[in-house]
T-cell receptor, first 112, second 112 residues
Framework: QKEVEQNSGPLSVPEGAIASLNCTYSDRGSQSFFWYRQYSGKSPELIMFIYSNGDKEDGRFTAQLNKASQYVSLLIRDSQPSDSATYLCAVIEGQGAQKLVFGQGTRLTINP | SAVISQKPSRDICQRGTSLTIQCQVDSQVTMMFWYRQQPGQSLTLIATANQGSEATYESGFVIDKFPISRPNLTFSTLTVSNMSPEDSSIYLC?????????FGPGTRLLVL
């Protein structure tokens, strides 16, 4: 069964530190990888997309993809209390597909 | 990014009744997706809706329970039929492709 796995947390990080969120996926044919942030009571907000091996940086966020290890991560530098949310990893599996398969999400708390 | 609106934003319904949720996008899109997020859970794809064809349902979801319409390239509806308390969830529509997928604000449904 195709799966996307995340540590559900909660993950607690002090303000200003680096928060590291991890995700593994089972389908080697997966092509596109997304990180969403979801605040309580809100819909998911796209923060990062990556499809090539290596790192992709956008402001304080860095996504890392390792297709050989079937692993994608999200680093948040200089964590702020406003980063406290649930972070969802999502994968598009297979060539030509467009539907997302989500992990269970990691709840992140940034402590002032 | 696409601007997506949903109606209603929330509703409380009696078991055995049906509710139709509307999703409106500010631009023409080929594919629209309907997701369900049960309390404390991640997102699960219900179906993919293409304009001019029948929706494609994921395992565990059937057309009789979740009929979908897609009359044009900017609009779709999802009906939750013959509701039970287990249908209490957030229902979200999304649009996008292999590199970007955006979500509407969601419809919070409580079935009594």
């Amino acid at each position: 069964q195709k799966e996307v796995e995340q540590n559900s947390g909660p993950l607690s990080v002090p303000e200003g530190a680096i928060a590291s969120l991890n995700c593994t996926y089972s389908d080697r044919g997966s092509q596109s990888f997304f990180w969403y942030r979801q605040y309580s009571g809100k819909s998911p907000e796209l923060i990062m997309f990556i499809y090539s091996n290596g790192d992709k940086e956008d402001g304080r966020f860095t996504a890392q993809l390792n297709k050989a290890s079937q692993y994608v991560s999200l680093l948040i530098r200089d964590s702020q209390p406003s980063d406290s949310a649930t972070y969802l990893c999502a994968v598009i599996e297979g060539q030509g597909a467009q539907k997302l398969v989500f992990g269970q999400g990691t709840r992140l708390t940034i402590n002032p | 990014s696409a601007v997506i609106s949903q109606k209603p934003s929330r509703d409380i319904c009696q078991r055995g009744t049906s509710l139709t949720i509307q999703c409106q996008v500010d631009s023409q899109v080929t594919m629209m997706f309907w997701y369900r997020q049960q309390p404390g859970q991640s997102l699960t794809l219900i179906a993919t809706a293409n304009q001019g064809s029948e929706a494609t349902y994921e395992s565990g979801f059937v057309i009789d329970k979740f009929p979908i319409s897609r009359p044009n390239l900017t609009f779709s509806t999802l009906t939750v039929s013959n509701m039970s308390p287990e249908d209490s969830s957030i229902y979200l529509c999304s649009v996008g492709g292999a590199e970007t997928q955006y979500f509407g604000p969601g419809t919070r449904l409580l079935v009594l």
